[in-house]
T-cell receptor
Framework: AQKITQTQPGMFVQEKEAVTLDCTYD???????LFWYKQPSSGEMIFLIY??????QNATEGRYSLNFQKARKSANLVISASQLGDSAMYFC?????????????FGAGTTVTVRA | EAQVTQNPRYLITVTGKKLTVTCSQN?????MSWYRQDPGLGLRQIYY???????DKGDVPEGYKVSRKEKRNFPLILESPSPNQTSLYFC????????????FGSGTQLSVL
């Protein structure tokens, strides 16, 4: 079964607008972490934001925020005030806990294109 | 500088010719892992290692070997590469823990003809 599901293969967003990238996950591990990584066209993987399964508040890092809905098993990334440099592929990932050897699973990714 | 070093960056080879992709980290991380990235499939884990001499299969281990003789190194070995192993490969490392982010190498684009 798919651990991480990203249903949006590609999205267009206007510069300065906000965009939400969807991510749902599946795990029976009580302890897990959720990550978002950015992969620009140059290919490197850039860490954006992290949310722990026991965190009460949604994580924020600058223009990035994570909308964590534990009961729905969703961890959507919100990018506010999009910039041209935000054009990239975005991966949602989940790292399960000790019972799963801290395995990190990735979604298929969402390509974001920011239009001027 | 803390980093994961992967070599080579690009590799073109022919079917059946053994190759090794090297990976080294200087952060004293216990956890190391190999991923392959294919369009529409995201990153899939090939093998991982929780510590020296401890390795385990990920989701797509067929056709690959790894070893962890030293904490800093985690080479990926393709004994007899086939065209379906053409892919972008990433090595990554981290401390152990569900909250620990992975540090990635710069990737190896492998083409098997």
């Amino acid at each position: 079964a798919q651990k991480i599901t990203q249903t949006q293969p590609g999205m267009f967003v206007q510069e300065k607008e906000a965009v939400t990238l969807d991510c749902t996950y599946d795990t029976s591990d009580p302890s897990y972490g959720l990550f978002w990584y950015k992969q620009p066209s140059s290919g490197e993987m850039i860490f954006l934001i992290y949310q722990g399964s026991y965190d009460q508040q949604n994580a924020t890092e600058g223009r990035y925020s994570l909308n964590f809905q534990k009961a729905r098993k969703s961890a959507n990334l919100v990018i506010s005030a999009s910039q041209l440099g935000d054009s990239a592929m975005y991966f949602c990932a989940m790292r399960e806990g000790l019972t799963n050897d801290y395995k990190l699973s990735f979604g298929a990714g969402t390509t974001v294109t920011v239009r001027a | 500088e803390a980093q994961v070093t992967q070599n080579p960056r690009y590799l073109i080879t022919v079917t059946g010719k053994k190759l090794t992709v090297t990976c080294s980290q200087n952060m004293n991380h216990e956890y190391m892992s190999w991923y392959r990235q294919d369009p529409g499939l995201g990153l899939r884990q090939i093998y991982y290692s929780m510590n020296v001499e401890v390795t385990d299969k990920g989701d797509v281990p067929e056709g690959y070997k790894v070893s962890r003789k030293e904490k800093r190194n985690f080479p990926l070995i393709l004994e007899s590469p086939s065209p379906n192993q053409t892919s972008l490969y990433f090595c990554a490392s981290s401390l152990r823990g569900e909250g620990e982010k992975l540090f990635f190498g710069s990737g190896t684009q492998l083409s098997v003809l």
